[in-house]
């Protein structure tokens, strides 16, 4: 018995988009429904895959987590988990997202004209099952088309055959793929160290060579024996499972399950960005291919345009007019603290003077503009107390705020902003310092009022 034939569906490896990547419909059967078990909140469905070429097997039929995708109003809808003869929809796995669909489903019979469709939100995999996710519960036995976001399919396999290429130009320079991700702007590869600026030119150049030259991307299915099945996932079963091989050319083998073009062509372009450290001395190369060149190219293109309107200069004087920027910044915030710090030492001498008066057992003071490190100037220049006790506060309405108590009677005077401000939060011994998320409308005056009106005892 075959393995499609003991599960009752193509399994994955040999899914219909996986022996025709370029498939856009299909008309297939519902073999299972069931609701969706997974409970409100996030399910483990990106799978960052390990390693390309450090042990020749670098994409596995799945790979292990890179982080965790929600499912589309899972809080509120319930969800079902239908599974079909075939598909077309790419169950997520080998670094690749998964694809996003439609179904049309004949609403009595196969004469009936009136058809009703059904969004496919994700796609997972289950051993050698794909199983697809959607808000309505399917018959089985029902006939449905099936179609594909096919703009969301061609943009993965760009990104994905893509970095297959720039895997293996990487790979002649001695620096494997340690991992993967296929982000939703971007994608990184994590190579063992950072590229010089000559490196990152020359396997620029390289790979977009490869990509002009038309290379033939092709897909295998060789003898098991044959495929090293280090980094399969370990619920997936190798006996009956199908191991696929992704060949470009004479230039890269690879174990692969997910979705490809058919040449190089197709990726267009590869653009290597900036390099993030990753662990250890690893470095993250960050990359757009395809489609993604020319929305990043407007996106960026359009950054600059601000930035010269902002800065009222020429495009290539912005880097010396951002230093400058920045260093007149840093000039003027070190200003800024030195001068606030005098206001605060002032104003401790005068809140001191209110107190030394002996007609207030409670002092406050508050200002808009200040923050936790102006009035803890005033706290420490005011320290040690000799009498009474003293609040400082800061920010304004709709805006975070500071808060530092401290003195002969904190307990009652937190307890009466609390009364009065509901996100205050903090604490401490021998007195009290905290921040306030937000002052809600009325809160800042009323606490004012509040703090104007208390009597505390000497």
Known sequence: MTAA??????????????????????????????????SAGSESVNKAKKGKKSKKVKRSVEGKSGGEKSLPDENTKKLYEVEFQDTILFPEGGGQPSDTGFLTVRCKD?????????PVSHVKREGLKAVHITSEPISVG????????????????????????LSAVLDKRNLPTLSWNMGETTNYIEIPRKLSEQELCDVSDEVNALITQGVPVSVEIPPKEDVKKTKMPEDYDLDLGVLRVVHIGNIDSNPCCGTHLSSTSQIKAVVLLNEARGKGTNFRLNFVCGD????????EDSVIRSLVGSMTCQE???????????KDHKRLQTRETSLMKEIAELKAKELLADLESGNKSLIFHHRPDGDLSYIFHIFKSMTPLARGTVALITGETHMPGAVIV??????????????????????????????????EKGELDSTLKALQELKLED
């Open 292 to 299: 993604r060149v020319v929305s990043f190219t407007r996106g």
């Open 142 to 165: 029902a006939k449905v088309g099936m179609q594909v976001d096919w703009k969301r399919r061609f943009d993965h396999m760009q990104q994905h055959t893509g970095q297959h290429l």
């Open 110 to 118: 196969e004469c009936d004209t009136d058809s009703h469709v059904i």
């Open 316 to 326: 290539q004087m912005l880097p010396d007019k951002v230093r400058d920027l920045v």
């Open 5 to 38: 034939e003991s599960i009752g569906s193509a399994i994955v490896g040999a899914l219909a988009c996986q022996r025709d990547s370029y498939l856009k419909t299909l008309t297939t059967t519902v073999i299972s429904c069931k609701q969706h078990a997974v």
């Open 406 to 439: 401290f003195g002969q009677h904190v307990d009652p005077v937190v307890a009466e902003l609390k009364k009065h401000i509901r996100s205050v939060r903090g604490g401490g011994k021998d007195k009290f310092q905290g921040k306030i998320v937000c002052f």
